[in-house]
């Protein structure tokens, strides 16, 4: 969850040192992990603020990464660069208990706040992260929930100027 963002109209993300990744070593995804029957939990502040401050958790991550990550009100959405010897599976298996054990429990159905499974997108090596990352990072705004991204807050990217706090242009998104 970002701290403060502004909505200038004229940021852009920021490439300090644009992260890739080589097919031999890591491979990136673009994941969905659904709330249980789709529910829109994550329109209550609480649930939200609850998985969003689990991003930071080094537990879920491992030697993989997340880019970029957005929580929609009936979903959490990542573009994940596993790390060699690491598996999505195994990943998203703890981040679903790590989340969940850091919502409430009303909240949650039996225990449950995440539908079994997940969407992947494997990603090949000539894909452009950043443009990835502008896509998801712009899906609450194509959802009508927000008008700009600055407006947002569960969402996050590795693509930020930290100095700025810059969002990328509202022309950019469309074309992502």
């Known amino acids: 969850m970002h701290a403060q963002l502004q909505s ?23 994941v969905t992990i659904s709330s249980l029957f789709r529910r829109p939990l994550f329109l209550d502040p609480d649930a939200a603020r609850a998985v969003a401050r689990t991003q930071a958790d080094p537990g879920i991550w491992g ?5 970029a990550w957005v929580l929609m009100p009936d979903r959490w959405q990542g573009l994940v660069v596993m790390d060699e010897g690491d598996s999505l599976d195994p990943l998203v298996r703890r981040f679903k208990a790590i989340s969940a054990r850091g919502v409430e429990s009303r909240f949650r159905i039996n225990g449950w706040l995440w539908a079994k499974g997940y969407n992947e997108r494997k990603l090949d090596s000539q894909q452009g992260l950043l443009a990835v990352a502008r896509h ?11 008008k700009s991204v600055g407006a947002y807050p569960y969402w996050d990217s590795v693509w930020l100027d930290s100095q700025r706090d810059a969002l990328p242009h509202q022309s950019q998104l469309a074309d992502a």
Request: proline share 8%.
């Open 8 to 30: 200038e109209p004229e940021a852009s993300l920021a490439i300090d040192a644009a992260p890739s990744f080589t097919a031999a070593s890591e491979q990136a995804y673009f």
């Open 63 to 67: 030697r993989s990464r997340c880019l």
């Open 136 to 146: 998801l990072i712009a899906n609450p705004v194509r959802a009508g929930l927000v």
